[in-house]
């Protein structure tokens, strides 16, 4: 079986959109999903993109995808890739397809000189953590995630 990651295209974005409501279904938030389709591509691949998406392939076929972007340390004065999302189709699972994706990204990290490569990971999935571990990530259990949205965002930019 061979195992490729390339750059995701403007034609992609179905695909996208349908592995984003999948890693949603797999996350029990699919509730949460609420992009419209058309701007979600506008910002992937639009005058200013805000994040990178890269697919994964098993011979050919499409079975996974990252997407990605770039943060900042202050305390390294380097960027950083965030991973926002990682998903592998179920049947390919085992493949070496995830695997495959985030070494593509701690490539790019070197090669843009970034400090880091990060992501979040729901704490009920155990299978995942263990796999992120087995590659060398840490747990950093003494942060706690902070997120201001919806009506609340609107309330203190007007602030």
């Known amino acids: 079986m061979t195992v490729s990651i390339r750059p995701a295209t403007p ?3 179905p695909l996208i959109a349908q592995f984003i409501r999948d890693l949603a279904d797999y996350e029990k938030l699919a509730h949460e999903v609420r992009f419209d389709e058309a701007k979600l591509g506008e910002k992937l691949f639009g005058p200013r993109p805000y994040a990178e998406v ?25 960027p950083g890739i965030y991973l926002e999302d990682l998903f592998v189709r179920p049947d390919a ?7 495959a994706l985030l ?3 701690a ?15 729901l704490d009920w999935n155990t299978p ?16 706690t995630v902070m997120r201001v949205d919806g009506d609340a965002l609107v309330k203190l930019a007007a602030s």
């Open 107 to 121: 490539k790019l990290c070197v090669e843009r000189d970034c400090a880091r490569l990060e992501w979040w990971v």
């Open 93 to 99: 699972r085992g493949s070496g397809l995830g695997k």
């Open 54 to 78: 890269v697919i994964g392939e098993l011979d050919g076929a499409a079975q996974g995808f990252a997407l990605f972007f770039h943060n900042f340390s202050t305390f390294e004065g380097r």
């Open 103 to 105: 070494a593509h990204l």
């Open 11 to 13: 034609a992609d974005l």
């Open 128 to 143: 995942s953590i263990g796999f992120y571990q087995s590659l060398g990530a840490k747990l950093m259990d003494e942060w």
